[in-house]
């Protein structure tokens, strides 16, 4: 099976592609706009590369689109690649540049990264990813616009405070800060019930985030975020992922420091969703504190000598991985599935 990767660095207002299929194939195709009109002068140009090819050559089987995540930019591309049956991987660009460097590649433009993403996808042949469900990518950017709204209110509702406490506070600004916050509420309670009114349309998400509350720690706030989580991880795995895989994903797996006779204390590698990660270990805080299966694996955890820190951390592993089985199976949390250890600290 031959595969024509189609490698694009996406910017703001335009694309710049390379396609390759093998390493030393890859070659630069062009620059088009980065909306419809460019994605259709993009495919006709990734054709006549299909039809360039020696009847000698073995024929294209699939074409695989490789692109970074450019905070939004490429939404537009991906989508137009999933309607051409294109096969599609989002891949990590700092993984992708400590590849490009181990091989030699330290230029960086918009065209040799192009060509450095085809040849990043001939030679590591990366899987290919699904589309997120719709319901839950809308969800997603729900969620974001809620983030972002409960961060400008913290942030003025505390400029308000200062102002307040100052002995002689000007009235226009306390008038334009107070009127800034009362919008900032009105904004935030519409977000929310675009949230309801989504989950009311799409009942499976209501289902589905019911199951995951009954996970310990999992609350009413968190289980809509985590519920967008493995939507997204079950797409980026094609429903093949295992639960080391989603830890990983997250960045809440253990990343040791061996080296000879040095040894560091092992940290967690960080990766992924920071602000979700800070959620999650946010509420095991306040789960360990109940008569459930989590405090039962946090004591034991301490009762093997675990810092309290770093048996937080694994609870927040156990959690993470308990959603995830209850997202596959569809399953409500059943604490027989799940058996831990009796000890706890005398």
Not at 100 to 120: I, N, P
Not at 177 to 199: P, S
Not at 212 to 237: D, N, Q
Not at 282 to 310: E, S
């Amino acid at each position: 099976m031959t595969i024509l990767y189609v490698s694009v660095d996406v910017a703001l207002e335009h694309l710049d592609v390379a396609t390759a299929t093998t390493p030393a194939s890859r070659k630069g195709v062009g620059r088009y706009g980065n909306d419809e009109k460019g994605w259709l002068a993009m495919a006709e140009a990734v054709d006549e590369v299909v039809k360039s090819r020696k009847p000698s050559d073995e024929p294209i089987t699939a074409i695989h689109l490789i692109v970074e995540p450019t905070g939004g930019y490429e939404e537009g591309l991906l989508y137009f690649a999933y309607t051409q049956q294109w096969l599609v991987t989002l891949v990590n660009p700092l993984q992708v540049r400590r590849w490009a460097e181990g091989h030699g590649v330290r230029a960086k433009t918009d065209t040799q990264d192009a060509l450095m993403l085809a040849w990043y996808g001939a030679a590591t042949q990366p899987p290919p990813q699904d589309p997120m469900d719709e319901g839950a990518a809308q969800l997603d950017q729900l969620l974001r616009r809620r983030t972002d709204v409960e961060q400008l209110q913290r942030a003025e509702s505390n400029r308000l405070a200062q102002v307040q406490r100052k002995p002689h506070p000007s009235p226009a600004v306390q008038q334009s800060l107070e009127r800034t916050v009362h919008m900032l509420d009105q904004e935030l309670r519409e977000v929310e019930a675009a949230i309801q009114q989504l989950l009311k349309q799409h009942s499976y998400l209501q289902q589905q985030r019911k199951i995951l509350r009954s996970s310990p720690a999992i609350g009413e706030k968190l289980s809509l975020e985590m519920l967008v989580l493995c939507h997204r991880f079950y797409a980026y795995t094609r429903g093949q992922g295992q639960s080391k895989q989603i830890v990983a994903y997250v960045g809440l797996d253990p990343q040791p420091h061996e080296s000879g006779k040095s040894r560091r204390r092992t940290t967690i590698s960080r990766q992924g969703n920071s602000h979700l990660r800070s959620q999650l270990y946010a509420a095991v805080l306040g789960g360990v504190r109940g008569n459930n299966p989590l405090r039962a694996w946090y004591l034991h955890l301490q009762a093997r000598g675990k810092a309290k820190k770093l048996a937080l951390v694994a609870c927040s592993r156990k959690v993470l991985t308990w959603v995830w089985a209850m997202f596959l199976s569809n399953m409500p949390f059943d604490p027989s599935r799940f058996p831990i250890p009796a000890e706890t600290p005398s």
